[in-house]
């Protein structure tokens, strides 16, 4: 009998035991899987400005006008119009400014259309976007909401002065003497992309030389860059840098300096050595000073050939005022050739 009741003792003990157990792991908290991190919504890239543009040409124009040309690893179009008469004098590249279309109603559209009735094959270029023209992208929104704050674990704040289980205070990582300290930015500097001045210059130069093989596939007598507003400019810097011996002419209307480019155009147009005709409107104080100026460098770099070529104001009469400038470019060219 004693034995008998050490069992039963040894029992209820046992399941006693058991029981607070279970009840110990019935009240622990359920371990949550952590939160997942929100993932940036993609959005589809936003076509250019000026490939909408270019857009809208191809439902306003002859399908005929139109010529595809590839500029590094993407296709831009052209328009392009052959001369009216069986003997031609050769192509003009027409490079518009910056904002304005292949067939923009100002200055490049009526010349692209009028010059082909004076023996010249016209090819008129889209150009990228400015940098200033791009759209900005918003803030990217995340598919899934953060987690609730209140829901986190409060942590307990961290005493960095205390000393270590060990006995000592904690060390800070410091760079040995002979090593530069590596600078996250400085680290992905030479991975970043080029700045958008940059490449924007780079694909307006493939764009021209793209237009330069197409214009010697025809095997032209001449071949003339004309560039209005900032074409100019890069009609004549790309002159500047590559120096393409069959390009015979540069003409440019109402020149300027594009943004985020540092040559002047007092420097950069005096230094070709080309004929060159610079076109200009005399309705403001501030255009007949930047002519100026051009004009007195090209003669201090004692320029061969280049002529100032004065524009009267543009008046209420639109095709008056584009009939005098393809008049007086036209009767500049026939000086040249």
Same mark, same amino acid.
């Given at each position: 009998?004693?034995?008998?009741?050490?069992?039963?003792?040894?029992?209820?003990?046992? &399941? !006693?035991?058991?029981?607070? *157990?279970?009840?110990?792991?019935? +009240?622990?908290? =359920?371990?949550?899987? @952590? /939160?997942? $991190?929100?993932?940036?919504?993609?959005?589809?890239?936003?076509?250019?400005?000026?490939?909408?543009?270019?857009?809208?040409?191809?439902?306003?124009?002859? &399908? !005929?006008?139109?010529?595809? *040309?590839?500029?590094?690893?993407? +296709?831009?179009? =052209?328009?392009?119009? @052959? /001369?009216? $008469?069986?003997?031609?004098?050769?192509?003009?590249?027409?490079?518009?400014?910056?904002?304005?279309?292949?067939?923009?109603?100002?200055?490049?559209?009526?010349?692209?259309?009028?010059?082909?009735?004076?023996?010249?094959?016209?090819?008129?270029?889209?150009?990228?976007?400015?940098?200033?023209?791009?759209?900005?992208?918003?803030?990217?929104?995340?598919?899934?909401?953060?987690?609730?704050?209140?829901?986190?674990?409060?942590?307990?704040?961290?005493?960095?002065?205390?000393?270590?289980?060990?006995?000592?205070?904690?060390?800070?990582?410091?760079?040995?003497?002979?090593?530069?300290?590596?600078?996250?930015?400085?680290?992905?500097?030479?991975?970043?992309?080029?700045?958008?001045?940059?490449?924007?210059?780079?694909?307006?130069?493939?764009?021209?030389?793209?237009?330069?093989?197409?214009?010697?596939?025809?095997?032209?007598?001449?071949?003339?860059?004309?560039?209005?507003?900032?074409?100019?400019?890069?009609?004549?810097?790309?002159?500047?840098?590559?120096?393409?011996?069959?390009?015979?002419?540069?003409?440019?209307?109402?020149?300027?300096?594009?943004?985020?480019?540092?040559?002047?155009?007092?420097?950069?147009?005096?230094?070709?050595?080309?004929?060159?005709?610079?076109?200009?409107?005399?309705?403001?104080?501030?255009?007949?000073?930047?002519?100026?100026?051009?004009?007195?460098?090209?003669?201090?770099?004692?320029?061969?050939?280049?002529?100032?070529?004065?524009?009267?104001?543009?008046?209420?009469?639109?095709?008056?005022?584009?009939?005098?400038?393809?008049?007086?470019?036209?009767?500049?060219?026939?000086?040249?050739?």
């Amino acid at each position: 009998m004693p034995r008998f009741r050490d069992s039963l003792r040894w029992v209820a003990i046992l &399941s !006693s035991t058991l029981t607070v *157990l279970t009840v110990a792991a019935a +009240d622990e908290p =359920a371990t949550t899987a @952590p /939160a997942s $991190v929100p993932v940036p919504a993609e959005r589809p890239e936003l076509p250019s400005r000026s490939d909408t543009m270019a857009a809208d040409l191809l439902r306003q124009l002859p &399908s !005929s006008e139109f010529v595809s *040309l590839k500029a590094g690893t993407k +296709d831009f179009v =052209a328009l392009w119009r @052959p /001369a009216n $008469v069986g003997d031609p004098k050769g192509i003009i590249i027409l490079l518009p400014g910056e904002g304005e279309t292949a067939d923009w109603p100002r200055g490049i559209g009526p010349l692209r259309r009028g010059l082909p009735d004076y023996g010249w094959h016209t090819l008129s270029l889209s150009l990228p976007d400015s940098p200033s023209l791009n759209p900005l992208a918003g803030p990217e929104e995340p598919t899934e909401p953060p987690a609730d704050p209140a829901e986190a674990e409060p942590q307990p704040p961290v005493d960095e002065s205390a000393p270590s289980e060990a006995g000592y205070l904690p060390e800070e990582t410091a760079a040995l003497p002979d090593e530069t300290p590596i600078d996250g930015a400085a680290a992905e500097e030479s991975t970043a992309a080029p700045p958008a001045e940059v490449a924007q210059a780079e694909q307006i130069a493939e764009r021209i030389e793209a237009a330069l093989a197409f214009a010697r596939s025809k095997q032209p007598g001449a071949i003339v860059l004309l560039g209005q507003g900032t074409g100019g400019y890069w009609a004549a810097r790309y002159i500047q840098q590559l120096a393409p011996t069959d390009v015979r002419h540069l003409l440019i209307i109402q020149p300027r300096q594009p943004e985020g480019q540092e040559e002047p155009l007092a420097r950069l147009i005096p230094t070709l050595k080309l004929a060159t005709g610079d076109f200009y409107y005399q309705d403001s104080n501030s255009q007949r000073s930047a002519a100026r100026e051009r004009l007195n460098a090209s003669r201090r770099n004692k320029h061969p050939a280049y002529k100032q070529v004065g524009l009267q104001p543009p008046t209420g009469d639109r095709e008056a005022a584009q009939e005098q400038l393809l008049r007086r470019v036209r009767g500049w060219l026939a000086k040249q050739t």
